[in-house]
T-cell receptor, first 114, second 115 residues
Framework: NAGVTQTPKFQVLKTGQSMTLQCAQD?????MSWYRQDPGMGLRLIHYSVGAGITDQGEVPNGYNVSRSTTEDFPLRLLSAAPSQTSVYFC?????????????FGSGTRLTVV | AQSVTQPDIHITVSEGASLELRCNYSYGATPYLFWYVQSPGQGLQLLLKYFSGDTLVQGIKGFEAEFKRSQSSFNLRKPSVHWSDAAEYFC?????????????FGQGTTLQVKP
């Protein structure tokens, strides 16, 4: 089925470790985003991309890096994990056409930093 | 700055009763508005969206929402709630004239359905 695939679904890291959260979509969507979800705070935008080779920061970018070498993939890198990065991470994509404006979300990665 | 407020953190309704979830936004131009639903342990599913035109928007699962510019609101309604509607609901606003496609989310409303 077409959609947004996130891996892994669960991850436990030790403080200071690095890792990459993977996100892939097969809908040829131009726009992709990473959000983190914390209780009582909704979803907050970390980084986003409007196409291959183009990325920009969202509301809470510190401690995270992204790159977009292909249309399909948008990995999120944690450089040195901190307990404050314990969260559920969602990747989303959407078409660049104006009227097709709904985002498709992945099922999320639950990250715990100890 | 754009913002979205969902005043009700938690709502409990009886099965079969009507439902209204509130959403207020702050935005300087014409917003694009969305409602998403999240079941436990799942991703977000789009219920409905408003871009322009008719201010009453129909969505999936029997939900509808009404855009009221004068009140800066986009409340979600359902005439008769089913037990399967228990979930967390998020309102979001997008920048209509921007090419960034960024969404700003509210804090979410958790819906509990009593049998």
């Amino acid at each position: 089925n077409a959609g947004v695939t996130q891996t892994p679904k669960f991850q436990v890291l030790k403080t200071g470790q690095s890792m990459t959260l993977q996100c892939a979509q097969d809908m040829n969507h131009e726009y992709m985003s990473w959000y983190r979800q914390d209780p009582g705070m909704g979803l907050r935008l970390i980084h986003y991309s409007v196409g291959a080779g183009i990325t920009d920061q969202g509301e809470v970018p510190n401690g995270y890096n992204v790159s977009r070498s292909t249309t399909e993939d948008f990995p999120l890198r944690l450089l040195s994990a901190a307990p404050s990065q314990t969260s559920v991470y969602f990747c989303a994509s959407r078409s660049g056409q104006k009227k097709i404006y709904g985002y498709t979300f992945g099922s999320g990665t639950r990250l715990t930093v100890v | 700055a754009q913002s979205v407020t969902q005043p009700d953190i938690h709502i409990t309704v009886s099965e079969g009763a009507s439902l209204e979830l509130r959403c207020n936004y702050s935005y300087g131009a014409t917003p694009y508005l969305f409602w998403y639903v999240q079941s436990p342990g799942q991703g977000l599913q789009l219920l409905l969206k408003y871009f322009s035109g008719d201010t009453l928007v129909q969505g999936i699962k029997g939900f509808e929402a009404e855009f009221k510019r004068s009140q800066s609101s986009f409340n979600l309604r359902k005439p008769s709630v089913h037990w399967s509607d228990a979930a967390e609901y998020f309102c979001a606003v997008g920048r209509g004239s921007s090419n960034t496609g960024k969404l700003i989310f509210g804090q979410g409303t958790t819906l509990q359905v009593k049998p």
